[in-house]
């Protein structure tokens, strides 16, 4: 009984160091040792390494031991058996043959992919079994965002303070990425500047930005007045201008704009209440209801005015904005054209040949991961006059992507597919919401992060259709297990 319990105390030890670990390596993306040893010429998150260990150490003993996984992941689960049976049935559809790339391979590295994001949300969602050790989960998360932006300062500083960036940063970026630095876009220790848009959105903004709304911390100290993630949410604000990712800029204002219709309906009250206050009238309800709605429109007219103005500034900072005024109908092809003159044509050719695959194929789709086989018949006309379309399709033999969670799920899982995963996060939305609104206030500053990530996930559904990142599978597991109905109310 005493070797057992050792092996069982060491075991907890190295699942509970190796969590620790895959939290701090969660800002690199795409190490490239770690992308030889995957196979992978996309996401190769070092992560991915740490994950593996957890699942043998940790998740395959939970199962089967009998410990139940939360509730929340049995629509995730469903979803999981859809889209088996969406593959299983691509089997019995004609799939184009592209570039002699085998379908049963790239078919299990799509269902891979799939497990490595399931498998994140369960160790998330029932590895931080304690307050404590949910404290300093977010703890480190914090700590390795810290680290993030430190080197994505450095890299703002060395480009926009001296116009290049000297050899020893160009070799550190080769060593943790196998991507490299960009011309006035910092990435820190992403792939690429959207890639830790996507990073900063789906896990360190919600966390960041809820302990600042909530006036909560997980950590002790404070400078000043301000709490270490007030600081956090001061810096990636800065490094998330600084990546020029529009859609990323969009999903943050989403987060913001979660926030301003709470806000709004508390304004709205507050005027109404103190114009009313003094007011004598036979119908007053209808009177304090005309008032309510002219407070509303004046605050909505504010709102499109302020972002006709930000939309303005921003078309004048972004090159790739500059014709964002400049749009005409007399064109043939003119919305085409208008979104390539933003330099965003390519992203919507393949949103375009997605929508066509899920058109031919709308109830259970082609099979995870099949959809690039059918590009080179959806492609409109128009996307064949695009250099980047050609060269991806003409000179290289990988298979192209669609560029959109979105619109993946229906060309790839069908109408059904589409409707358990969002049923999913809607049953998600929904707890979360419940959990911050309740007067029991358990931990609701890591519940309000879920919403924040659901609503970011609105816009970063346009931007990155990987399974295998794991920002968005930590958060929510991270949520999840906030709220369990057995933990303390406060997370101070």
């Excluded at 043998?56 to 929340?72: A, D, E, N, R, T």
């Excluded at 969602?125 to 914090?142: A, R």
């Excluded at 990636?236 to 989403?254: E, K, N, W």
């Excluded at 992507?401 to 799920?409: A, D």
Aim: overall charge positive; aromatic content about 14%; proline content about 4%.
């Amino acid at each position: 009984m005493e070797l057992k319990q050792k092996i069982r105390n060491s075991a907890n030890i190295l699942a509970q160091t190796a969590w620790f670990i895959m939290l701090t390596i969660l800002p690199i993306t795409s190490v490239p040792v770690v992308a030889q040893l995957l196979g992978s010429d996309s996401v190769a998150s070092p992560s991915i390494l740490i994950l593996a260990l957890l699942v043998i150490i940790w998740l395959v003993p939970w199962i089967v031991s009998g410990k139940p996984l939360p509730y929340q992941t049995i629509p995730l689960l469903v979803f999981v058996c859809v889209v088996l049976i969406s593959s299983a049935l691509s089997f019995f559809i004609e799939i184009p043959p592209y570039k002699g790339i085998p379908i049963f391979r790239n078919d299990f590295h799509a269902l891979a992919t799939l497990a490595i994001g399931v498998c994140f949300f369960f160790i998330a969602s029932t590895f931080p079994q304690d307050n404590g050790l949910l404290k300093k989960s977010v703890q480190v998360i914090n700590w390795s965002g810290f680290i993030m932006l430190l080197w994505g300062v450095a890299q703002g500083i060395a480009w926009f303070g001296f116009g290049h960036y000297p050899n020893w940063m160009f070799r550190f970026q080769g060593f943790i990425s196998a991507g490299t630095l960009y011309r006035q876009r910092v990435t820190a220790l992403a792939l690429e500047p959207s890639w830790l848009a996507h990073e900063l959105n789906m896990l360190y903004f919600p966390i960041w930005l809820s302990a600042t709304v909530k006036k909560q911390s997980f950590h002790s100290f404070r400078i000043w007045k301000f709490s270490f993630e007030n600081l956090l949410f001061t810096g990636g604000v800065i490094a998330l201008l600084l990546t020029f990712s529009r859609i990323g800029l969009l999903a943050f204002l989403l987060m913001c704009g979660y926030l301003l219709l709470k806000m709004h309906a508390w304004i709205v009250e507050k005027i109404g209440n103190k114009l009313m206050k003094n007011r004598r009238t036979k119908n007053k309800g209808k009177t304090h209801k005309r008032v309510a709605f002219s407070i509303s429109a004046i605050l909505v007219v504010v709102y499109m005015v302020t972002i006709a103005i930000g939309l303005i500034i921003f078309s004048h900072i972004d090159p790739r904005m500059a014709s964002l005024f400049d749009f005409s109908l007399n064109k043939e092809n003119s919305i085409l054209k208008y979104f390539n003159d933003l330099r965003f044509g390519d992203r919507i050719i393949y949103w375009m040949a997605g929508w066509e695959t899920f058109g031919a194929y709308p109830f259970f789709g082609v099979g995870l991961g099949n959809a690039g086989f059918f590009f080179p018949e959806s492609i409109t006309p128009y996307g064949w006059t695009l250099l980047e379309v050609r060269k991806l399709i003409h000179r290289t033999s990988i298979l192209l992507n669609i560029k959109s969670l979105w619109i993946r799920l229906l060309a790839e899982t069908g109408i059904i597919g589409f409707s358990f995963f969002i049923g999913w996060l809607y049953s998600q939305a929904r707890i979360f919401v419940q959990k911050d609104n309740s007067s029991k206030n358990i931990n609701n500053t890591l519940c309000l992060a879920g919403i924040f990530v659901l609503c970011a996930l609105l816009a970063e559904g346009f931007s990155i259709d990987s399974f295998a990142m794991p920002y968005l599978w930590v958060s929510l597991g991270l949520a999840t297990a906030a709220c369990s109905s057995k933990r303390k109310s406060d997370l101070n």
